[in-house]
């Protein structure tokens, strides 16, 4: 079955470590344009991290689909990364908080997206493991969540904060 045969996704697997690592880069550059604004605005500096964090764990999930080994090993590798990220990505949101710039829903809104991002990529790691409930397309759905919620908050990063 295609959920627990990583082999099957190393065409998506590629795509997605070449993408992702691109999309670090341009983050990056984003980042270094608007430096000076990032670090003038309370918690955007968390936010531009958390961004960071959410496109590396899609270059370290995919890097990780591509390496020959088991399917334990490969489920135990995204619970690590998927709890790292579930642990790190909402902290930083909860803590880049700005009553002065932004609501609590707004606030909620963004710790939802990181949560769709790497709650999946824990999922997969347990279903993986225990070679049920859907496989390899729980971490489909993090690395698109990750793309998204990245691409969301680097156009605040580039264009809402010279607004």
Not at 86 to 113: E, N, T, V
Not at 136 to 159: M, P
Request: proline fraction near 4%; charge should be neutral; aromatic fraction near 6%.
């Amino acid at each position: 079955m295609a959920a627990y045969s990583p082999d099957q996704w190393s065409d998506l697997f590629v795509a997605t470590a070449g993408a992702s690592a691109a999309l670090t880069g341009l983050l990056f550059v984003a980042v270094s344009i608007n430096l000076e604004r990032i670090l003038n605005f309370r918690g955007l500096p968390e936010r531009a991290l958390a961004t960071l964090l959410l496109l590396l764990a899609v270059t370290v999930v995919s890097i990780l689909g591509l390496a020959p080994q088991s399917l334990t090993a490969l489920g135990i590798e995204l619970l690590g990364v998927g709890v790292g990220c579930l642990l790190a990505i909402p902290a930083l949101f909860r803590k880049s908080f700005d009553p002065a710039h932004q609501s609590r829903s707004q606030m909620i809104g963004q710790m939802g997206l990181a949560v769709l991002a790497t709650l999946p990529i824990l999922i997969a790691g347990v279903s993986l493991i225990a070679e049920s409930g859907g496989g390899l397309y729980w971490l489909l759905a993090g690395i698109i969540g990750a793309i998204v919620g990245s691409g969301a908050n680097a156009w605040v990063l580039l264009v809402e904060i010279l607004r």
